[in-house]
C-alpha cells in the first residue's frame, strides 16, 4: 500500500501476456543452434522506485509495458573444449500518463544488446577451468539518466572428487574490476573472490 508523493494507495496485480515461438536446429553432434522470439505486454506493472525518493521507497502500477525482442544462443564442443554463447536484443515500450511514474522505470530497464560467452576446458579428469564473459550495452533514458556499457570476466577452477559427488569450487568475479551497473542507482561489485563446495547426495 504505497504510493506516489507520500500517497498510500492500493497497488494492482499484474496482467500479462507473453508470446514466443522459436527453432532449435543441431549442426552435425557437437553444434545446437536455438532462436527465439518473444512479445510480452503487462498491464499494470508493478514498479518500486528507491531511488528518486529521500523517504524510503515509492511503488506504483504502470498503466502498460510492452518488451519484445530476440534471444539466441548456441552450444559447442571443439574437442576438449565446451562453449556457451547467448545473445539477448530486448526493446520495451511504456504506456504512462502520469511522467513522475514513467521515469522510475529507468530504474529497472535491461540493456538493449547482451552477449554472454562460457567457456569449458578440463584440465585433467578432475579439475575443470571456467571462464565466463559478459556484455551489456549502453542504456540512456528519456530524463537523462545513463549507464554505460560494461564487459565483465569471471575465472573460476572445479575440483571433482568422491566418486564426482562433491565439488570444490574457487572462482573470482569481475577478475579485472570492472565499475559497472546493471540497475541505475545499485554498483555491482568490483570484484568478488570465493570458495564453494558442494555434495549431491
Do not use: C
Not at 60 to 89: C, H, M, P, R
Not at 140 to 158: A, P, R, V
Amino acid at each position: 500500500m504505497i504510493g506516489l508523493a507520500g500517497q498510500q494507495e492500493y497497488l494492482d496485480f499484474e496482467k500479462a501476456w507473453q508470446y514466443e515461438t522459436g527453432i532449435f536446429h543441431r549442426i552435425g553432434n557437437n553444434f545446437d543452434n536455438r532462436l527465439v522470439g518473444y512479445y510480452t505486454y503487462i498491464h499494470d506493472y508493478l514498479l518500486i522506485d528507491r531511488i528518486s525518493t529521500t523517504h524510503g521507497y515509492q511503488g506504483w502500477n504502470l498503466d502498460n509495458v510492452i518488451f519484445w525482442g530476440i534471444e539466441y544462443e548456441f552450444n559447442a564442443t571443439i574437442k576438449q573444449l565446451s562453449i556457451f554463447g547467448n545473445y539477448t536484443y530486448k526493446a520495451n515500450d511504456v504506456e504512462e500518463d502520469n511522467p513522475e511514474a514513467a521515469q522510475g522505470f529507468w530504474i529497472n530497464l535491461p540493456p538493449r544488446h547482451s552477449i554472454k560467452l562460457s567457456f569449458r576446458y578440463p584440465l585433467s579428469d578432475s579439475l575443470l577451468l571456467t571462464w565466463d564473459q559478459r556484455y551489456g550495452d549502453h542504456r540512456t533514458s528519456e530524463n537523462g539518466y545513463s549507464l554505460g556499457t560494461y564487459t565483465t570476466s569471471d575465472l573460476g577452477l572445479q575440483y571433482s572428487f568422491y566418486q564426482n559427488k562433491a565439488k570444490l569450487i574457487t572462482y573470482v568475479g569481475n577478475l579485472f574490476g570492472e565499475n559497472y551497473y546493471e540497475v541505475y542507482g545499485y554498483p555491482m561489485a568490483r570484484q568478488t573472490v570465493g570458495v564453494t563446495l558442494k555434495y549431491t547426495f
